[in-house]
């Protein structure tokens, strides 16, 4: 159980263009989404946090006109990168929290992440 | 002060031995703790959580917390080449369900 996908798993695209990463959770219902990056050798950093049916918040120092975030499901978040440039380039990782969780818990399931590669 | 702290590595372990990975963190409103195992290339997987001071043991981890010294651990007993990963370390506060990460450890473990 607690299976999160993505999808592109791999996205090479050229400099201006908008790519769109899915998330979703496939077996159980996910009421928060988090969207995180990782560049090369370095830890995750958390870009924002998607709320289903609400605007996301996003963290200090992410654009939220580049980074579109969509939680129009319990199932499925979006994000957009939006004019995107090299410096995009990155390792996207989305995760996921069972909305049936308590509160007790803060487990997240990870899904396989997405390597953007912008030309 | 970087949040949670860890020994960037790489850690070198033998073959069976016990590798121990330590973390720190400088929030004391940090309620809840994970390790994930990362492989080059992979999302992170989740190995364990813990929620409360002391040991907790899942097969050949273990991980320990400490709140009064603000550290956490994670031991991997009879350790095998395929635990040559990057380990995080990962906190949540209290009334933040993100995760943040440390910037890993890496553990090699010999043949």
């Known amino acids: 159980g607690a299976v999160v996908s993505q999808h592109p798993s791999r996205v090479i695209c050229k400099s201006g263009t908008s790519v769109k990463i899915e998330c979703r959770s496939l077996?159980?219902?996910?009421?928060?989404m988090f969207w995180y990056r990782q560049f090369p050798k370095k830890s995750l950093m958390l870009m924002a946090t998607s709320n289903e049916g609400s605007k996301a918040t996003y963290e200090q120092g992410v654009e939220k006109d580049k980074f579109l975030i969509n939680h129009a499901s319990l199932t499925l978040s979006t994000l957009t990168v939006t004019s995107a440039h090299p410096e995009d380039s990155s390792f996207y990782i989305c995760?996921?929290?069972?909305?049936?969780?308590?509160?007790?818990?803060?487990?997240?399931?990870f899904g396989p992440g997405t390597r953007l590669t912008v030309l | 002060q970087k949040e949670v702290e860890q020994n960037s590595g790489p850690l070198s372990v033998p073959e069976g031995a016990i590798a121990s990975l330590n973390c720190t963190y400088s929030?004391?409103?940090?309620?809840?703790f994970f390790w994930y195992r990362q492989y080059s290339g992979k999302s992170p997987e989740l190995i364990m959580s813990i929620y409360s001071n002391g040991d907790k043991e899942d097969g050949r981890f273990t991980a320990q917390l400490n709140k009064a010294s603000q550290y956490v651990s994670l031991l991997i007993r009879d350790s095998q080449p395929s635990d040559s990963a990057t380990y995080l370390c990962?906190?949540?506060?209290?009334?933040?369900?993100?995760?943040?990460f440390g910037s890993g450890t890496r553990l090699q473990v010999q043949p």
């Open positions: 995760s996921a929290r069972d909305r049936l969780a308590g509160y007790s818990t803060d487990t997240q399931y």
């Open positions: 929030d004391r409103v940090s309620q809840s």
């Open positions: 990962a906190v949540t506060k209290t009334g933040r369900r993100a995760l943040t």
């Open positions: 077996d159980f219902q996910a009421t928060t």
